[in-house]
T-cell receptor
Framework: AQSVTQLGSHVSVSEGALVLLRCNYS??????LFWYVQYPNQGLQLLLK????ATLVKGINGFEAEFKKSETSFHLTKPSAHMSDAAEYFC?????????????WGLGTSLAVNP | ETGVTQSPTHLIKTRGQQVTLRCSSQ?????VSWYQQALGQGPQFIFQ???????GRGNFPPRFSGLQFPNYSSELNVNALELDDSALYLC????????????????FGEGSRLTVL
């Protein structure tokens, strides 16, 4: 069965510091992987996605993630945190279900950015 | 292209009442998924509609029901509201089905925040 594990429900960094949010997945087939961001009182917005092309994926707002098959990981990084990056981040893997695909979600990581 | 829109954005109900939430899918999408997100939690899958039929359901009781219309818009209905139904309800659309290039990527609306008193 496919699943997603996000290590660390809360991460706190200083403004300007590296952001690293961890995501590990389990999948019996090559997966599609996603990172979504949710700002307070808003819906979820796609940050980036891996769909079997380049293993290093660049997303919006300076975020990127690297698909590492050997480590079954898809960690999200940003070189320099900004105050506006404070939000909830969700990793998800796409599960093939009949004609369609469904997303399996991690529990989320809340990112705090300190001045 | 227009994105996913949800209505109403906020509403307050009392226990035992019924509520209908509406969602217009993104242009060209044929699938709508509904999620419940309680405060401080991740999204919980309620159900998905594909071509007007329910196509998968999460661990929610039958008082949560839905519809999808020929134009692929959708409704979520909740009967006999309980206090624990207070949450942000998220609608997401996607393009799915045999022959599509769907990856499972979901496009979300801003949500409908339901408060049950």
């Amino acid at each position: 069965a496919q699943s997603v594990t996000q290590l660390g429900s809360h991460v706190s960094v200083s403004e300007g510091a590296l952001v690293l949010l961890r995501c590990n997945y389990s999948s019996s087939v090559p997966p599609y992987l996603f990172w979504y961001v949710q700002y307070p009182n808003q819906g979820l917005q796609l940050l980036l996605k891996y769909t079997s092309a380049a293993t290093l994926v660049k997303g919006i707002n300076g975020f990127e993630a690297e698909f590492k098959k050997s480590e079954t990981s898809f960690h999200l990084t940003k070189p320099s945190a900004h105050m506006s990056d404070a939000a909830e981040y969700f990793c998800a893997v796409s599960l093939n279900a009949g004609n369609n695909r469904k997303l399996i979600w991690g529990l989320g990581t809340s990112l705090a950015v300190n001045p | 292209e227009t994105g996913v829109t949800q209505s109403p954005t906020h509403l307050i109900k009392t226990r035992g009442q019924q509520v209908t939430l509406r969602c217009s899918s993104q242009s060209g999408h044929n699938t709508v998924s509904w999620y419940q997100q309680a405060l401080g939690q991740g999204p919980q899958f309620i159900f998905q509609y594909y071509r007007e039929e329910e196509n998968g359901r999460g661990n929610f009781p039958p008082r949560f029901s839905g519809l999808q219309f020929p134009n692929y818009s959708s409704e979520l209905n909740v009967n006999a509201l309980e206090l624990d139904d207070s949450a942000l309800y998220l609608c997401a659309s996607s393009l799915e089905g045999l022959g599509s290039l769907g990856t499972g990527e979901l496009f979300f609306g801003e949500g409908s925040r339901l408060t049950v008193l």
